[in-house]
T-cell receptor, first 115, second 111 residues
Framework: DAGVTQSPTHLIKTRGQQVTLRCSPK?????VSWYQQALGQGPQFIFQ???????QRGNFPDRFSGHQFPNYSSELNVNALLLGDSALYLC??????????????FGPGTRLTVL | DAKTTQPNSMESNEEEPVHLPCNHS???????IHWYRQLPSQGPEYVIH???SNVNNRMASLAIAEDRKSSTLILHRATLRDAAVYYC????????????FGGGTRLMVKP
């Protein structure tokens, strides 16, 4: 049973560019959350997708947007990249269906470097 | 949001028990206490969670104070593989699974 997978593993972009990160949830999960983790800090919640809609959002600007597909996979898009967007981007999946699970399963993350 | 306070770092010897403390004096009645850990170069992984009663699973035990203002994660026999950052997180019952991470405790395990 594959866990949460993310692609790419690493990415280097320059300021002003746009980036798309991808996430496939654990089998059987219907909810995807995205987190940003700066070096030496804990992950910060960006937003959560369920039933192809954004359900919750953290304190991030509109440059950060996302999408969830019918197969529950998800994309995170960041426009007009800033140096401060350099971080590890983590995807987490969970099940919010009838039998709600309290556990989130995280992927290994995508390391984004903005030059 | 209710906040948690954890020591920045702790050290332990291999095969000895480890007690990782967490203070959460502003916890509300519906906040669950979750623990996640993040091994080097990996995403966080779930360890344990509880509401009021002490909890045990194959990874660890969670001891919750009677007034719920503090909790302790107990690793019964630390191994080198347990070296990680441990996060204590309060999650409201209606939070929709969103997790609010703090700085966590970096646990170092000495052979």
């Amino acid at each position: 049973d594959a866990g949460v997978t993310q692609s790419p593993t690493h990415l280097i972009k320059t300021r002003g560019q746009q980036v798309t990160l991808r996430c496939s949830p654990k089998s059987g999960h219907d909810t995807v959350s995205w987190y940003q983790q700066a070096l030496g800090q804990g992950p910060q919640f960006i937003f959560q997708y369920y039933e192809e809609e954004e359900r919750q959002r953290g304190n991030f600007p509109d440059r950060f947007s996302g999408h969830q597909f019918p197969n529950y996979s998800s994309e995170l898009n960041v426009n007009a990249l800033l140096l401060g967007d350099s971080a590890l981007y983590l995807c987490a999946s969970s099940f919010l269906g009838i039998s709600r699970s309290d556990t989130q399963y995280f992927g290994p993350g995508t390391r984004l470097t903005v030059l | 949001d209710a906040k948690t306070t954890q020591p920045n770092s702790m050290e332990s010897n291999e095969e000895e028990p480890v007690h990782l403390p967490c203070n959460h004096s502003t916890i509300s009645g519906t906040d669950y206490i979750h623990w996640y850990r993040q091994l080097p170069s990996q995403g966080p992984e779930y360890v344990i969670h509880g509401l009021t009663s002490n909890v045990n699973n194959r990874m660890a035990s969670l001891a919750i104070a009677e007034d719920r203002k503090s909790s302790t994660l107990i690793l019964h026999r630390a191994t080198l593989r347990d070296a990680a950052v441990y996060y204590c997180i309060l999650r409201p019952n209606n939070a929709g699974n969103m997790l609010t991470f703090g700085g966590g405790t970096r646990l170092m395990v000495k052979p």
